[in-house]
């Protein structure tokens, strides 16, 4: 550790001169904080279902990726929100049924990308939770998937906010985020729903296609004959097309909030499921590869785009009871949609919705796991620099450090860099992350900022 000749730089966390944190380190940097709250949006995307109160912050959805990475908010700390929604495959799972800590989910994973840019507010594919900060907390709280139920032998929710008080990055992190170290569900939902809307994905070659022309309908560029053929396909409605943009709305893609069942109501395991309404984003149903991120539907009962297309092809006649249907896949008579495509048509949808995929958010790191191979996170507190001493009169001087905004430090002084004092036990960073108080250099050589954990 440097030590200058009037002053010494230490942290409980990490050292001033660690090193610059990396994907896959397991150091984050809280003196830097990644972008997450002014990320570039493309001008034709207009939904956003933020509610008011919860807009993303750097700070909050840095928690709120901790949150989400970490096991230690399963039972028995062998599940996390990313075991079941992964980087690498759009945040969903190519199991059909993720592995929870009692068992199997009863849904495919959903795909989160770009679950920010939608009008529909409501999540889960039954629409059962009313805004994402509902939804966020309601698979720890689930028997099966992560444990906190309360009922079944399992430990109360009430439980897991215990356990995560005694945390020591935790009582940083909601410090950082929130002012003091209190930590509740409400806090909990607001940092992990934070994350997920920042996950976003704008360069697709739609979205290279679409900045160069003055609307969708008209042919992109650097798309080949096959794929603007599938692109009207998709916009225009039926006879002529296909109709996909009645639900999934252009450049979202996001799914019409009125929108009903679309005819898959199969249970996995076997049985019927009329409740599901819901739909991730049409974007990156393929990874950058054009390898599948999953199954599709609810129920992953559709390995491929083949068989997506050929689903709303010729919708299967809706058994007795299925009201639900979508009346945009019915057709008089008590009939479905029968859209008759020829395999040139279905080839040239699939190729248009393989330009719906990024690259750049199955590898940015600011959506990565922040812990280590080992499971373990270090947070630093201090930037990997110097303090510095202002002198502001002979005797006097203002000692000033670059920190975390909104972290509260002891300045302390010491004449012989063994027994330290405390000068002044609250100097809080303020919203820049400056951190600064007046001293006397009459009696003491050295000073320094310390940050001490609070249980």
Not at 66 to 81: H, M
Not at 189 to 208: G, N, P, T
Not at 367 to 379: A, R, V
Not at 438 to 454: D, G, P
Request: proline share 5%; with cysteine.
């Amino acid at each position: 550790m440097k030590i200058s000749p009037l002053f010494v730089l230490w942290t409980t966390l990490a050292s001033c001169l660690a090193p610059i944190a990396k994907a896959g380190d397991g150091v984050i940097d809280l003196t830097s904080l990644a972008n997450y709250a002014d990320q570039t949006v493309p001008a034709y995307i207009t939904r956003n279902n933020t509610p008011p109160g919860n807009a993303i912050t750097d700070k909050g959805a840095t928690l709120g990726r901790v949150l989400f990475y970490d096991k230690r908010l399963s039972r028995n700390d062998s599940i996390s929100c990313s075991s079941c929604h992964q980087q690498a495959h759009a945040f969903s799972d190519t199991a059909t049924a993720s592995t929870g800590v009692n068992g199997t989910t009863g849904r495919h994973s959903m795909r989160l990308i770009n679950a920010r840019f939608a009008q529909e507010v409501r999540f889960f594919w039954d629409e059962r939770a009313t805004s994402l900060e509902n939804q966020t907390t309601q698979p720890i709280r689930d028997h099966a998937e992560m444990g906190f139920s309360g009922a079944n032998g399992d430990p109360a929710f009430s439980e897991l906010l215990v356990k995560l008080a005694a945390i020591e990055e935790y009582r940083v992190l909601f410090t950082m985020t929130f002012g003091n170290s209190t930590i509740t569900e409400a806090r909990v939902q607001q940092a992990i729903s934070q994350f997920i809307r920042s996950i976003q994905s704008f360069d697709s070659r739609f979205d290279a296609g679409r900045v160069q022309v003055a609307n969708a309908n008209t042919a992109f560029p650097n798309y080949t004959a096959q794929e603007n053929a599938g692109k009207q396909l998709f916009l225009a409605p039926p006879p002529g097309g296909a109709g996909c943009a009645g639900c999934h709305r252009p450049g979202e893609f996001d799914i019409d909030p009125a929108s009903g069942n679309n005819g898959v109501i199969t249970k996995i395991g076997g049985g019927t499921d009329l409740t599901n309404t819901r739909s991730p984003s049409l974007r990156d149903l393929v990874g950058p590869g054009g390898q599948s991120n999953g199954a599709f539907m609810h129920d992953g009962s559709l390995t491929s785009l083949a068989q997506v297309v050929e689903h709303y092809n010729a919708i299967p006649n809706p058994p007795d009871g299925n009201t639900g249907l979508d009346n945009r896949l019915r057709r008089p008579g008590n009939q479905t949609q029968n859209l008759n495509l020829t395999q040139p048509q279905k080839d040239s949808l699939i190729a248009f919705l393989r330009t719906l995929t990024g690259s750049a958010v199955y590898t940015d790191a600011r959506w990565s796991d922040p812990f280590d191979d080992q499971g373990n996170l270090t947070l630093i507190v201090f930037p990997p620099t110097e303090i510095a001493i202002q002198k502001t009169a002979s005797n006097t001087a203002n000692v000033i450090c670059q920190a975390v905004p909104g972290l509260s430090y002891q300045l302390q002084s010491s004449t012989d860099l063994v027994n330290w004092n405390s000068i002044v036990a609250t100097v809080t960073a303020d919203l820049n992350g400056l951190c600064q108080h007046s001293v006397s250099l009459t009696n003491s050589k050295f000073y320094r900022y310390a940050y001490v954990v609070t249980p």
